[in-house]
């Protein structure tokens, strides 16, 4: 019988194909489990072509989004070592490195608002050194700006620009060595300091983030303890709140309603019963600023003369692209910076703090930054990046004509704008609330979206609503409310939405009710209470297009540097203030009388005995009580110059 029959062939046993089969899956698995056990090894002098290429030969190659801050002195460090990695053992962090980054991010930590968060590229290292692929070229970038952020670590400690809550430890501080290079030099911890958590490097890709949420400071990367010593300023933060807790036993004879400068007046302090506790809603005591308001129109024009005697000297120069400058930098375009800031008044020959190098980023320099931001409504952190380069480069010749629009919307109002009144400049989102020239309480606010825009108008404050109801504009209702109720009407009842007939009577949100509200036969009104969109407190001020002053929820939005969100109206910071400093004069109005009903969901209104004017105005430029001349973006296009424009 032949082998090759068909019949003997159908019949052929596949255990042979099974066995080699699953030989091959078992040696595939272990290859596998091997390789992911395996630490790739970073060679020696892998990264040097790439340390060399941006640091000497073409800096503008730089890959990363974050600029180099320090490339003199980081180029320095590498040229000591021959461009070597100084933070990483392999495709894994240092010892140094994690060291490194935890006082980073103590320093953070202290300075929430401040520039450190940027110099220090925290947001970079936050995105990279969660899942970051090995390759040399990234294991360079941020070994880099490891060393850049030390740099920078280094001369705010030396120059005391951190907060005392964000310093260092006793026996903590960079220190250059000569046989080891740059280094965090620190006292010996003893055995009950020492973290408890197993020592060792971590790996590069997948690096494990902190998950003590409890710490002391905000950990991003770091898997061993650290906890920064916060008992002096927590005393002192005690001790402060004990001075100026509000104590009617004491200082009885302050029950005058003067208005003494920098002091807090109280109405109640007669009482024998002690002070009930704040509430939770409570913005705290009421003190008065007491600063010059200045904003004439004389001190407009004396600006208009200066900035066109500039745009004719031929001086002025507007500064090249280029890299984000800031503290300790060192580039031709630094000398050019120093120039146009002495020709705008913001850099004094005093400033220099005896630095003879013109190129240098010095702590003169930064404070001159930190003063022109703070006149064009930017972020006070002295880094000369994007937005403040434009506001730099706005040439004079347009300053003036910018000055000259506002100086014809300045003349538009009276002289004298009143002993009480508000204003609220729309391009600065702010409001100022003044008595006798004085600004006694300022604060920021929102204002309303382009196609929303807030309007100009002069008015006055009419009533004082706590609690207040909110019955919804018809635009609002029909694009934005109904499709919420018709898609979820329980939750729409939870927050305290009914619709409203013709007679007052209140209805639930049904779908019959809902399609007369559209139809324009009954009305919606959200009830006072905790959800009510306008807040805790409005401020009624009659106007023919309905808007107003009020509280809101969306606290968060103040602490950005461009508020424009609302739907015209002006949403407040910090109304309770402003409703004690309006009402005192009609009687005993203060912190805890507002507090108490400003919960609940009773609605109180007071009316004004006292005219209180307001001005809603939209200036771009003035000048303020202490003599600065100010600028703010054109939100809304009104001034026509492109180059003022967000």
């Known amino acids: 019988m032949s082998y090759f029959n068909p019949e003997h062939r159908r019949h052929k046993s596949i255990l042979p194909v099974l066995t080699l089969g699953s030989l091959c899956v078992f040696i ?92 220090y590229h925290l947001g970079y290292f936050d995105r990279t050194l969660r899942d970051t692929p090995q390759r040399l070229q990234m294991a360079a970038v941020l070994d880099i700006l490891l060393t850049d952020a030390f740099v920078s670590y280094a001369q ?19 220190a250059l060595r000569d046989d080891q290079g740059f280094r965090l030099v ?7 300091q020492e973290s408890r958590e197993p020592r060792g490097r971590k790996y590069f890709r997948g690096y494990d983030r902190a998950t003590n949420l409890d710490s002391n400071i905000r950990s991003r990367y770091y898997s061993r303890e650290y906890k920064a010593d916060n008992s002096r300023s927590y005393s002192n933060s005690t001790r402060s709140n004990s001075r100026n807790r509000y104590r009617p036993d004491q200082d009885t004879n302050n029950t005058t309603r003067g208005s003494g400068t920098g002091s807090r007046i109280y109405y109640n302090q007669g009482r024998n019963s002690a002070a009930p506790a704040p509430a939770k809603n409570s913005e705290g005591p009421y003190f008065e600023e007491n600063t010059p308001y200045g904003n004439d129109a004389r001190a407009l024009r004396g600006e208009l003369q200066r900035l066109r005697k500039i745009s004719t000297s031929g001086r002025w120069r507007p500064i090249p692209p280029g890299p984000a400058m800031t503290m300790g930098a060192r580039h031709p375009h630094v000398g050019h910076l120093r120039n146009l800031l002495t020709l705008y008044g913001d850099y004094q020959a005093y400033y220099s703090y005896g630095g003879s190098d013109r190129n240098r980023f010095d702590r003169g320099l930064h404070q001159a930054v930190v003063r022109f931001q703070k006149r064009h409504g930017l972020r006070p952190d002295g880094i000369v990046g994007r937005s403040t380069r434009k506001r730099l480069n706005l040439s004079p010749a347009a300053r003036a004509r910018i000055v000259e629009m506002n100086i014809k919307r300045r003349e538009e109002l009276p002289a004298q704008l009143g002993s009480r009144f508000i204003q609220v400049n729309i391009p600065a989102y702010r409001l100022k609330y003044v008595e006798n020239d004085q600004v006694k309480l300022a604060m920021n606010v929102v204002v309303g979206k382009r196609k929303h825009a807030t309007p100009e108008i002069t008015t006055r404050v ?77 401020f009624e001020i ?6 107003y002053l009020h509280d809101t929820r969306a606290r968060k939005l103040f602490s950005l540097t461009t508020r424009g969100y609302s739907h015209g109206c002006i949403r407040l910071e910090k109304p309770r203030h402003l409703a004690e400093a309006l009402l005192r004069p009609q009687g005993d109005w203060d912190q805890w009388r507002i507090d108490r009903l400003t919960i609940g969901e009773e609605t109180t209104e007071v009316n004004m005995d006292q005219l209180v004017k307001v001005y809603i105005t939209y200036w771009t430029a003035w000048v303020d009580g202490q003599g600065n001349l100010n600028f703010r973006p054109d939100i809304y296009g009104k001034d026509g110059l492109s180059d003022n424009q967000l």
Not at 84 to 98: E, G, I, T, V
Not at 156 to 174: E, F, V
Not at 186 to 192: G, R
Not at 542 to 547: A, E, G, K, S
């Open 28 to 119: 595939l698995y272990y290859a596998f489990a091997a390789n992911q056990k395996t630490v790739p090894v970073l060679p020696e002098n892998a990264v040097r072509p790439h340390l060399v290429h941006w640091l000497e030969e073409n800096p503008d190659a730089w890959p990363a989004q974050d600029p180099i801050f320090n490339p003199a002195a980081v180029r320095r460090i590498y040229q000591r070592t021959d461009y070597r990695l100084l933070w990483f053992d392999n495709y894994s962090l240092s010892d140094s490195a994690n060291d490194l980054l935890k006082q980073l991010t103590a320093a953070s930590s202290g300075n929430p608002s401040s520039m450190v968060d940027y110099r």
């Open 186 to 192: 620190a006292l010996v911890p003893t055995p009950q």
């Open 462 to 538: 009419s009533r004082v609503v706590f609690n207040p109801t909110w019955t919804v504009p018809r635009s609002i209702l029909v694009n934005e409310i109904l499709p919420k109720a018709r898609k979820n009407p329980a939750g729409m009842e939870k927050m305290g939405y009914r619709v409203i007939s013709g007679n007052g009577e209140h209805l639930p949100l049904t779908p019959q009710n809902l399609s007369a509200a559209g139809a324009g036969s009954y009305l919606m009104r959200q009830m006072g209470g905790e959800e009510n969109i306008l807040g805790r407190i409005k």
């Open 156 to 174: 705010d400690t030396q120059l005391d620009r951190l907060n005392p809550k964000s310093r260092p430890r006793r026996g903590i501080t960079p």
């Open 542 to 547: 009659p106007n023919i297009h309905d808007v």
